[in-house]
């Protein structure tokens, strides 16, 4: 890099300063800029990896706003994206790409509960009402027989049908 020899006049003009260290480019403008870039690339990748960066461009912008060194600028850029990266990111992304569980399909039937509208045996599948909808069903103990209007547990699903326990209830 060549440096641009300018007669210094004074010592708070930062762009004859920046030019005579060859650094006339490292600006608040190139920080905001990367800011911007950094925080445009995060939208695609969404990894909360760019945006950490460019959080810590923020950093690196504002001590450039406030006219100091250089080497401060870049310390301080780099200090606050290490910092988000290694405090704020984790928690952020555990939060972020951590949901429930989404249960789609017949699966979701597993441990609900259910009206029995037909009596069901292990020889003669009946039928049970489950979450709106009328199912065949069979028992999951093969030696229980239950009535109509009882309520059971569905334990597990095999095709169209379910195989339900009755649920214990309070005798009087």
Do not use: C
Request: glycine share 12%; no cysteine.
């Amino acid at each position: 890099m060549r440096l641009a020899v300018v007669p210094v006049t004074g010592a708070d003009d930062w762009e004859a300063q920046a030019k005579v260290s060859g650094m006339e480019w490292f600006r608040w403008e190139t920080w905001l800029g990367a800011a911007v870039l950094l925080g445009v690339a995060e939208m695609f990748s969404l990894d909360l990896i760019l945006i950490m960066l460019a959080v810590g461009a923020l950093a690196g912008f504002v001590t450039a706003a406030l006219d100091l060194n250089v080497a401060v600028q870049l310390l301080a850029a780099a200090g606050t994206s290490v910092a988000m990266l290694a405090v704020v990111r984790p928690g952020l992304a555990k939060r972020f790409h951590g949901g429930p569980e989404l249960q789609l399909g017949h699966g979701k039937l597993v441990g609900k509960q259910g009206v029995v509208t037909e009596p069901i045996s292990a020889q003669d599948p009946g039928r049970v009402r489950l979450a709106g909808e009328i199912w065949s069903a069979q028992p999951y103990d093969e030696t229980l027989s239950i009535e109509a209007g009882e309520t059971v547990e569905v334990y597990e699903i095999r095709g169209a049908t379910a195989f339900v326990h009755p649920v214990p209830g309070l005798e009087s």
